[in-house]
């Protein structure tokens, strides 16, 4: 199990510039996945981006690719998003997430994740 305590978010207008940070502790997992997910009013939890434990294998939805950047920094258990260009459509409560993963890749889908942070909420104005 992994406690995650999210951090970093605020309100900025559209084109502005974000980073989100997730504490990470108590981690008693081998090989994991990390994800940032978001939810709007209304709908429903989407993936945004997730890295493989050791940052060297990162997935992104389409609606973020090439805007977002998520990394892990294992010096200090913290994992990232950078959000550059955000786009009111952006605006949602986002979190944190945890797996423990076997093989293969971190899916951008709810279901394998377990650990939750308490989330951070994005205001992007137009």
């Known amino acids: 199990q992994v406690q995650l305590v999210e951090s970093g978010g605020g309100s900025v207008q559209a084109g502005g510039s974000l980073r989100l940070s997730c504490a990470v502790s108590?981690?008693?997992?081998?090989?994991?996945?990390l994800a940032w997910f978001r939810q709007a009013p209304g709908k429903v939890r989407e993936g945004v981006a997730s890295v493989l434990s050791g940052g060297t294998t990162t997935a992104y939805s389409d609606s973020v690719k090439g805007r977002f950047t998520i990394s892990q920094d294992n010096t200090n258990n913290t994992l990232y998003l950078q959000m550059n260009s955000l786009k009111p459509e952006d605006t949602a409560l986002y979190y944190c997430?945890?797996?423990?993963?076997?093989?293969?890749?971190?899916?951008?889908?709810?279901?394998?994740?377990?650990?939750w942070g308490q989330g951070t909420q994005v205001t992007v104005s137009s």
């Open positions: 997430a945890a797996h423990a993963i076997y093989g293969g890749s971190c899916r951008l889908s709810r279901s394998p994740y377990v650990d």
């Open positions: 108590g981690n008693s997992y081998g090989l994991y996945c």
